[in-house]
């Protein structure tokens, strides 16, 4: 095989989250001393140097134009294209929620539809870094397709596991990439406890797992790219659907580093966490005021949230709190009714976690958490065309046979004048 150019990376270590202890860039991921999860950390100085407004801006229009805040150090990457996505400004929904400042972050127009392909571009570049040759992952269903659209552009063989009742776009759009997909008869947290078991006999990249410190980097891309398309500033709120918490922890870290590298002024971004209410064990936690992560049955039509017990869950109570921000948790009926309004009035059909996202935004406005003026984002983290089953009622067509007359009599009023052309 051909070898792989290696370049300069400011990724310096792995370093454990509590007791500080550091490891060197390896396929690990907690801390032999404490257990405790291992991160990221860069050579900031060297980075600071070197990166401004002007070198991200000549990169790639993809979230590679951050490479050098991100921890790989081959040259080529496995890229499709994933980030840069579209932020919008939201002059219907706003109106309508009684916001004159509102902006989405439509991560619908990924690759394989989702905000996933941004941390498997990561993954999977590291994968190939350390020379595996599968790539695996426990998922709630975005991430499979990632996986194995990526392990396909990166000639890795793909495992992804998830649970049964997944839903059908899902499931399709994982295995049309040639992925074997392991279906496991049980909850998301089931799959995740035993793909830590399966990780432990086989020699594989698990995205999520033993390169989720590598992974995880990804998200912070959605931070940077929301700060370079407000014009190099930090929003005064971020609304972010949470599952395991990991998104939510490394969109604040992002904004965080590009004001410490001197990118954007200070940061005092309210981090607000959406969540379902059947599966809402970081949204209680903090209701109930404690650091303590109680995990739970999850039981939600957002399948893609529906992670019961959060491995980053402690530390998205951190940034809830670092940040002051606030927590939502929305019912079913407010997920499909958040879907439809966001299609509604702004044209982006969002799978069951944008309908959670729009949802608890609503709630966020009504509790006085945001006010009219304040630069809001929404971060939109997956399409709808994967959860059709969550909105079927919408399919009410008229149906008619094919005279002009019975088009008429179903409109229930005969037409005006023609218009020109
Ligand atoms: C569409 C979508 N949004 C948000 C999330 C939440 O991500 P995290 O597990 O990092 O909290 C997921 C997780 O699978 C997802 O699929
Ligand atoms: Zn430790």
């Known amino acids: 095989?051909?070898?792989?150019?290696?370049?300069?990376?400011?990724?310096?270590?792995?370093?454990?989250?509590?007791?500080?202890?550091?490891?060197?860039?390896?396929?690990?991921h907690f801390c032999e001393f404490c257990f405790g999860p291992l991160e990221v950390v860069y050579d900031y100085a060297a980075l600071a140097q070197s990166i401004s407004r002007q070198s991200i801006q000549r990169g790639p229009l993809s979230m590679w134009r951050y490479r050098d805040l991100?921890?790989?150090?081959?040259?080529?990457?496995?890229?499709?294209?994933?980030?840069?996505?579209?932020?919008?400004?939201?002059?219907?929904?706003?109106?309508?929620?009684?916001?004159?400042?509102?902006?989405?972050?439509?991560?619908?127009?990924?690759?394989?539809?989702?905000?996933?392909?941004?941390?498997?571009s990561v993954a999977a570049t590291k994968a190939l870094e350390f020379g595996f040759d599968t790539l695996a992952c426990a998922s709630t269903g975005n991430l499979a397709g990632a996986v194995s659209a990526h392990a396909a552009r990166a000639g890795l063989r793909a495992y992804v596991f998830i649970p049964a009742d997944l839903e059908r776009g899902k499931m399709v759009g994982s295995a049309i990439y040639g992925a074997t997909l392991v279906a496991v008869k049980g909850t998301y947290d089931e799959v995740n406890r035993l793909c830590a078991e399966i990780g432990d006999k086989y020699p594989w990249a698990f995205v999520n797992i033993n390169v989720r410190p590598y992974y995880a980097e990804g998200s912070k891309t959605l931070g940077y790219e929301v700060a370079e398309q407000l014009g190099w500033r930090a929003p005064d709120h971020a609304v972010v659907p949470v599952a395991s918490g990991s998104l939510f922890t490394k969109i604040w870290k992002g904004l965080k580093e590009l004001s410490s590298l001197g990118l954007i002024g200070p940061v005092s971004t309210h981090m607000h966490v959406t969540q379902a209410a059947g599966s809402a064990p970081i949204a209680t936690a903090h209701a109930e005021g404690t650091m303590m992560v109680k995990p739970v049955r999850a039981q939600t039509i957002a399948k893609s949230l529906a992670i019961g017990n959060p491995a980053d869950g402690y530390y998205a109570l951190k940034t809830l709190k670092e940040s002051r921000g606030a927590a939502a948790a929305v019912s079913d009926d407010e997920v499909?009714?958040?879907?439809?309004?966001?299609?509604?009035?702004?044209?982006?059909?969002?799978?069951?976690?944008?309908?959670?996202?729009?949802a608890g935004l609503k709630r966020l406005v009504a509790a006085g958490a945001i006010k009219s003026g304040e630069l809001t984002v929404a971060f939109i983290t997956g399409s709808g065309l994967k959860t059709q089953e969550a909105v079927e009622s919408v399919v009410n067509p008229l149906v008619i046979p094919p005279t002009l007359a019975a088009f008429q009599e179903a409109i229930g009023k005969p037409a005006g004048p023609a218009r020109a052309r």
């Open 336 to 358: 499909v009714a958040g879907m439809k309004l966001l299609a509604e009035t702004e044209g982006i059909f969002a799978e069951t976690a944008g309908g959670v996202t729009i």
């Open 1 to 28: 095989m051909e070898k792989a150019t290696a370049i300069m990376s400011y990724a310096k270590a792995l370093q454990c989250r509590e007791c500080h202890r550091e490891y060197p860039l390896n396929p690990i």
């Open 70 to 120: 991100l921890p790989v150090s081959r040259e080529e990457v496995v890229d499709m294209n994933a980030g840069f996505t579209p932020l919008i400004k939201a002059h219907n929904l706003g109106k309508l929620l009684g916001l004159e400042n509102l902006y989405l972050k439509n991560d619908c127009v990924n690759p394989t539809y989702s905000f996933k392909d941004r941390v498997v």
